[in-house]
């Protein structure tokens, strides 16, 4: 018997075909969303769009203006570190709890995990990838729902983020970042939850020094191609 897929309304189906689009780029940031063409797009009627974009707003993704319609929330290089303060936030609370709920089973699994992930240092997008479900097996096994559904969705504003802004020194950050991923591992081991915070807070904000040193030179050479006024 074939496996059973399961259900998607039509809201749930536009959503999902929506945020990708805009994580991958293919809906730029700015981008007006005319909800008549996203249906006609999609082979939906334009309720369930319109519904997909309230979520959307909700979720950071899409601004909706009266009398103006909806658009693509547009990239704030600022957004670098709310996004890097969620994330440290929410890997604290998953981190402390897997580190005394996690089952030894489960540790073996994550091991193995990271060891796939050594394989993909030189393909920075598929460890992207295996980063973020990586993060969201230990919310799993932290046994913190919450946070999981929390995590999804700053994962996805990084995706987006490294996919405009940040490609380069995440290229360049990707063995450091694995390096990292093993001392949480290592820390997750002793059991310990203040030694696991620890290690999650250094992992982020080394990251996010890296990520915010980036975005000064960027802006720096930017102001460097302004013309200057004659005084």
């Given at each position: 018997?074939?496996?059973v897929k399961p259900f998607r309304s039509k809201k749930e189906f536009a959503y999902d075909a929506?945020?990708?689009a805009i994580q991958e780029g293919?809906?730029?940031?700015g981008a007006r969303l005319v909800i008549d063409e996203l249906a006609a797009d999609l082979g939906i009627s334009p309720i369930p769009v319109r519904e997909a974009l309230q979520q959307l707003q909700a979720d950071g993704f899409v601004v909706i203006q009266p009398?103006?319609?909806a658009s693509v929330t547009e990239i704030d290089a600022g957004l670098v570190c709310e996004v890097f303060d969620l994330m440290e936030a929410l890997e604290v609370i998953s981190g402390r709890a897997a580190c005394l709920r996690m089952s030894e089973d489960s540790l073996t699994e994550?091991?193995?995990r990271l060891r796939d992930m050594d394989a993909l240092v030189a393909d920075p997008d598929r460890f992207s990838q295996e980063n973020a479900r990586l993060h969201?097996?230990?919310c799993e096994r932290a046994g913190t729902p919450l946070v999981s559904r929390l995590m999804d969705r700053v994962l996805a504003h990084w995706d987006r983020?490294?996919?405009?802004?940040l490609q380069d020194v995440f290229e360049r950050r990707v063995a450091d970042a694995q390096k990292e991923h093993w001392r949480v591992f290592e820390a997750l081991c002793t059991r310990d939850p203040d030694h696991v915070e620890r290690v999650i807070r250094e992992?982020?904000?080394a990251a996010r020094a890296a990520y915010e040193a980036h975005l000064v030179t960027l802006d720096e050479a930017r102001d460097a191609t302004v013309p200057q006024a004659d005084s």
């Open positions: 018997m074939d496996s929506l945020r990708d293919q809906l730029e940031p009398y103006v319609g994550m091991e193995g969201q097996f230990v983020l490294r996919r405009h802004y992992h982020n904000q």
